[in-house]
């Protein structure tokens, strides 16, 4: 795995262009370790905006002044091969609600961020991957039994995020019955679900167990494991962008090299989480 300098994630967390640049050497998309010059300088210098979460451990996670997870670490990988070194990327908070106005302001250059590529997005942005397929489930409290699915929401508290597919799937196919809170992330379900507020929290699967499984909460809820979607995670574009040939093949070589699966396993430790394998790794859709 790469290695995350306290140097690099300082930059990445804030000012990189704080720092004056001193070598122009462009770093050519492999990281360049301890190496001293910086590369925001001169030609191939530019840095990137990558839009992530911010709230969901094992995915995208800010831990100070760190960024850790799957998108985060898939993210870090497409953009060395993009040629930006690891000092060039600004991670920027995309809710779920905000990803394609983000984009399409250009306040990110690109997300990962649990990104379902659906055609109603690809209306107003463009999409590189999938390069992971997760599934919609629900988060309950470890002693709930009555709650297995969908089906049996009716009469319940349920939470998930505005913008999110997780609640545009309830509302448009199980909504009779169930009273739906949206929240800006999962985080603040999950605080709601702690708190006996709602009875269940509904998102992609992988999502859910990596809440699951922080301290505050272990021992305290279960993911139901009945998944009733694919979302197919891919890497958010503006539209008309160039970028995503050059991101597919990114993400197939990842794939072929391993990379994804060490990736896949180092983020979902201890969560009990194993991807669907029937799914994973998937291939990249062709581009627009
Ligand atoms: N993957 C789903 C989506 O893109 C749910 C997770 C999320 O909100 O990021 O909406």
């Known amino acids: 795995m790469r290695k995350h300098t306290t140097r690099m994630l300082a930059l990445a967390a804030g000012s990189a262009l704080a720092l004056s640049a001193c070598g122009g050497a462009e770093v050519g998309g492999e990281p360049t370790g301890g190496a001293t010059d910086d590369a925001t300088a001169g030609g191939g210098g530019e840095s990137i905006k990558i839009g992530i979460k911010f709230d969901q451990p094992g995915l995208g996670y800010q831990d100070g002044a760190e960024f850790t997870g799957f998108d985060v670490d898939v993210a870090r990988y497409v953009a060395g091969e993009l040629g930006y070194g690891e000092d060039q990327i600004e991670f920027v908070e995309s809710i779920s609600a905000n990803r394609e106005t983000m984009l399409q302001n250009g306040d990110v250059d690109m997300i990962f961020a649990t990104y379902s590529i659906t055609d109603a997005r690809k209306e107003v942005i463009d999409f590189a991957g999938p390069y992971?397929?997760?599934?919609?489930?629900?988060?309950?409290?470890?002693?709930?039994?009555?709650?297995?699915?969908?089906?049996?929401?009716e009469g319940k508290n349920l939470c998930s995020v505005t913008g999110s597919t997780s609640a545009q799937k309830i509302k448009d196919n199980h909504a009779a019955g169930v009273n739906l809170l949206e929240r800006p992330g999962y985080a603040e379900c999950v605080t709601a679900l702690v708190a006996g507020q709602v009875d269940a929290v509904t998102t992609d699967d992988i999502i859910l167990a990596g809440l699951a499984a922080t301290e505050a909460n272990a021992g305290k809820l279960k993911v139901v494991g009945n998944p009733f979607s694919e979302e197919n995670y891919g890497v958010g574009l503006p539209k008309g962008s160039d970028q995503c040939e050059a991101i597919n093949e990114a993400i197939t070589k990842m794939i072929d090299d391993g990379t994804w699966e060490e990736l896949v396993t180092k983020n979902t430790e201890g969560t009990g989480y194993t991807p669907n394998a029937d799914l994973n790794p998937p291939t990249p859709d062709d581009c627009a």
Request: aromatic share 4%.
């Open 132 to 153: 992971f397929i997760a599934g919609q489930d629900l988060l309950v409290s470890v002693d709930n039994t009555d709650i297995t699915g969908p089906e049996t929401l």
